[in-house]
């Protein structure tokens, strides 16, 4: 009879160690999909426009490069002055220089040098990104969500499982009905 | 990013009751380690003063180690003891950032939502 009491009292033990087990599992496993997705969400963002809106950042670049430059370098007619006028023109900047009259090459050779990049991690545009990352956002909060009703469901069990601090609100504060 | 869940707000009470809780068990083990550190102290300075007196007052060298010995061997649990609650401190307390920074990131989330 106690035998018996004490083999049921076991067996009952080992499947409630094996109930809390499976849940702590069940949540890491699901936190393992959170991280992977997380991940998937930052390379995403920082996936380089397309290459049109890199070369018009390296024009905007350079035309704010050589606005300030050509209003520190000396107008032409300087230049065409008579003997008696003409005076060297003092305090040039070599750099302001280049930057006004070689600046459409300066240009050219930065955007040769992004289109290289542009051969191995090719751009998206605006809308590929945000559709991509409404995707993955949703797919985070239904992991999410999970994982919330797994932990609700292993408190109630009496396994109490931490929650992520960084663990999504509108997850660990949805109603019991909208989890899983 | 999709409109919110239904959002429970009272599961905001729960998260916090979970952070205070988490608290309090932190400065539970820290008070009773400084209980015990206190325990400690004395212990040692009890030692010390049996070190400093003559031997034949305590009735002979045989004596004084057996005291010595006493007190150590009093100390010695202690020392384990107030090991593991520090242990406990650090990982509640530890547990208690973390539900903190969570329940700081809901209430924030329910009051932009409101």
Redo the contacts between chains.
Sequence with gaps: MIDGVKKSFADLLKRTRSAGSELRDGVESIRKRIRTLSAQKAEIERLPPPFETACARVDELIEYTVGASMSRTPPPIRFTEGPKAYRVPQHVDREDLIAAYLAPQLAEAMKAEVATIYETRPGISDDERAERLRVIDRELLDAELAEESIIRTAEAAGFPIHRRPDADPRAVLAHDKVLP | ??A??????S??LT?ENRKDLEFAAARKSNETASGLRRECTAINREIERIKSLEARTLGGAGEKTRQIENLLARRAPLVDQIRELDAEGAAASE?A???S??FD??N???GNEA
């Design positions: 990013m999709e919110p869940h239904a959002i429970d707000r599961r905001l998260l547990r950032q973390a539900a920074a969570l990131s809901c924030r989330f329910l």
